[in-house]
């Protein structure tokens, strides 16, 4: 209910997170949203193409250690989790169902435009302001100036938030060039660097390259301190898919020093010594899909990364099973990345996700420095912190 004591608050950007903060602050305020995209959520939309996994069944701890930095997602996950977005997409229309690996989904059926569509319905019951092909251009400590390509025009707000969202995937408005507008205002920003996307390995001349689209599955990945299971999938580049992506950012990080690899066990539910154990005298390298039940696209990557030697040793063979390693060119572009890391960095933000510099403007979404898994872990991120800053600015 509207009172006297309701805000003017403008809200930038209609992805996940600014929908999500103007249909909690439209319940007692009054809202504006500006999109300068001629639609909303467009990388929603992007998303809903593929998996759609609108959150994930994972709760309490188990769902904050999905996320960096863990501290502040502890607490922003505490007002907001997975369980509350399934309650919340239900009264929006939008009955959900968990996948077997946990992802969230909408009820087989439903489109991912139907989803958007009862996010906006909401917006408008509530009485939102939607304002589409307005582009922030500047903004202050009290008005924002848009440019809505006929005009440009200021508009005061006693409350503001921003939710940019981050730097990949750029036609769908999520391009980062808002960074410029935050340094004018003596905000720092950190250096957009791609998340949750696919590594670069040459295979030139390599007996792999004959394998383009086949999934490694079942496989669990090293790389420094971080262990992932799962699957990869041999694309023209190099690798790709859920055991590749949460591994992304850190080897970006790295290869900035210089060339590194990942070491892959293709064998993750044996040990060694089991494997070595199913060795007899007449094992030779023509039984070894036979005796590890190993397909062909696996042996051909194993015979890519090793030298003859170990193809020829069967001890060397099931120690390169174990841990074989692939050196690692580069990431592919941050336009191609499911999300990306940087943006507004942690300490511009207060604990409520206010800038500290200015104080009744709040960050929610992609836009500033956090970041987690695929898996239906972005959009609850996103959800949350949306919601987190509408509870916070009521
Ligand atoms: C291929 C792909 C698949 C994905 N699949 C999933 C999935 O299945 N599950 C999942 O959880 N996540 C998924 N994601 C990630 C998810 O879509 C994003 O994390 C999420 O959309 C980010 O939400 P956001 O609100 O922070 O920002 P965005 O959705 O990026 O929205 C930001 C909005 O701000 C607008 N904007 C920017 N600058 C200005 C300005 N100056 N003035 C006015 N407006 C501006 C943009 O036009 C944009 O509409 C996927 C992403 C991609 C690319």
């Known amino acids: ?50 998996g759609f996994n609108l959150s994930n069944s994972l709760i309490d701890k188990e769902l904050s250690s999905k996320y960096t930095p863990n501290y502040l997602f502890t607490n922003i996950l505490k007002s907001f989790d997975s369980k509350a ?28 435009i139907e989803v958007l569509n009862a996010l906006k319905q909401r917006m408008i019951k509530q009485n939102v302001s939607i304002y589409l092909e307005h582009e922030m251009i500047d903004f ?72 383009i689209g086949t999934p490694l599955k079942n ?28 591994l992304a950012n850190a080897i970006g990080t790295l290869l900035k020093k210089g060339q590194t690899t990942i070491s892959i066990d293709l064998k993750p539910f044996n040990t060694e010594k089991e494997l070595i154990s199913k060795l007899t005298s007449t094992t030779q390298p023509k039984n070894y899909g036979y005796v590890y039940n190993l397909n062909k696209a696996q042996i051909a990557l194993i015979k890519s990364f090793t030298d003859k030697e170990t193809y020829i040793n069967p001890i060397r063979f099931v120690k390169a099973l174990k841990r074989l390693a692939i ?34 403007i709040f960050i929610a979404g992609e836009m500033f420095d956090w970041d987690t898994i695929t898996g239906g872990f972005l959009l609850q991120g996103c959800f949350a912190t949306g919601y987190f800053v509408a509870k916070h600015i009521n």
């Not at 336009?335 to 890391?341: D, H, L, M, N, Q």
């Open 1 to 50: 209910m509207k009172t006297e004591n309701s805000k003017n608050i403008i809200i930038v950007g209609g992805g996940p997170a600014g929908m999500m903060a103007a249909i909690e602050l439209s319940k007692t305020h009054k809202v504006s949203l500006f999109e300068k995209g001629k639609t909303l959520g467009r990388k929603f939309l992007v998303a809903g193409k593929g």
């Open 219 to 246: 496989i669990r990945i090293t790389f420094q301190d971080k262990i992932v299971k799962g699957e990869a999938v041999i694309s023209t580049y190099g690798l790709e898919g859920n055991a590749i992506y949460p």
């Open 327 to 360: 050196p690692i060119e580069g990431l592919r572009p941050i336009e191609e990345a499911i999300s990306t890391t940087g943006g507004v960095p942690l300490e511009e933000l207060n604990a409520d996700l206010s800038l500290k510099k200015i104080p009744n």
């Open 140 to 211: 202050n400590k009290s008005s924002i100036t848009f440019n809505n390509k006929t005009s440009k025009f200021s508009k005061e707000f006693d409350t503001c938030i921003f939710a940019l969202g981050g730097a990949s995937w750029s036609i769908t408005g999520s391009d980062g060039l808002w960074t410029h507008l935050m340094q004018k205002n003596n905000i720092k920003t950190s250096t957009f660097e791609p998340s949750n996307c696919g590594i670069i390995v040459n295979y030139n001349n390599k007996p792999i390259a004959q394998h």
């Open 85 to 112: 977005t399934v309650t919340w997409l239900e009264e929006l229309g939008i009955p959900t169902y968990v996948g077997s690996s946990g992802r969230i989904f909408p009820e087989k059926g439903i489109k991912p």
